[in-house]
């Protein structure tokens, strides 16, 4: 943009300041430096938001407004076209998500072999509702409409890792393979 106003730099910079301070009340020092470097390395691609805003998600684990109007700014795109791609894809979340989203399948197939008490057990063990992520967030708790595998119900996935035939009397047990199972990766 070429601004005959003097003062319109120092207003960007202000601007640019005051987003950056919103953004650390969310995120840290070292999150906020990631997408900035994510932000340098796509921001002249044509076609890379979808990209950015996957690659942001994963360092931030949700993108809230204030993250939105930040790439927005950063990638010289409207906030509008920002949110709009947010808001289209179900795979974005703006709401805090725990590290490892857990997803237990409400569809028929899983309801009838006694999904809700897999739910309420894993609230019960986890001491957060639907839609809530655990204190020190590691986990959040989802229910689906469906995960696509009916054959193996009643299902349940933690992350990419899915649990089939999972007893609604040892629901908490899938916690510990998964955290085995993290152990293991990481």
């Known amino acids: 943009m070429n601004h005959m106003n003097g003062n319109c730099p120092k207003l960007y910079e202000e601007r640019g300041y005051a987003m950056k301070h919103e953004l650390l009340m969310e995120f840290t020092d070292k999150q906020i430096e990631q997408v900035d470097e994510l932000i340098r390395k796509y921001r002249t691609i044509p076609g ?3 990209v950015v805003l996957e690659e942001v998600q994963k360092v931030c684990t949700y993108l809230p407004m204030c993250l939105q109007r930040y790439v927005a700014e950063n990638m010289n795109i409207s906030p509008s076209t920002v949110h709009g ?3 289209f894809y179900s795979y974005f979340s703006t709401v805090p998500k725990g590290r490892r989203v857990i997803k237990v399948c409400s569809g028929t197939a899983c309801y009838v072999k006694r999904s809700q008490d897999i739910t309420n057990s894993l609230q019960q063990h986890l001491h ?3 839609g809530e992520v655990t204190e020190d967030g590691e986990y959040s708790l989802e229910e689906v409409r469906c995960l696509g595998a009916c054959g193996l119900a009643p299902v349940v996935m933690i992350g ?3 649990f089939g035939l999972v007893d609604p009397e040892k629901a908490e047990e899938i916690l510990l393979k998964d955290k085995v199972e993290e152990s293991h990766v990481g």
Request: proline content about 0%; hydrophobic content about 50%.
């Open 160 to 162: 990419a890792d899915t």
């Open 48 to 50: 890379s938001l979808l």
């Open 128 to 130: 957060i509702k639907d």
């Open 85 to 87: 791609v947010v808001t």
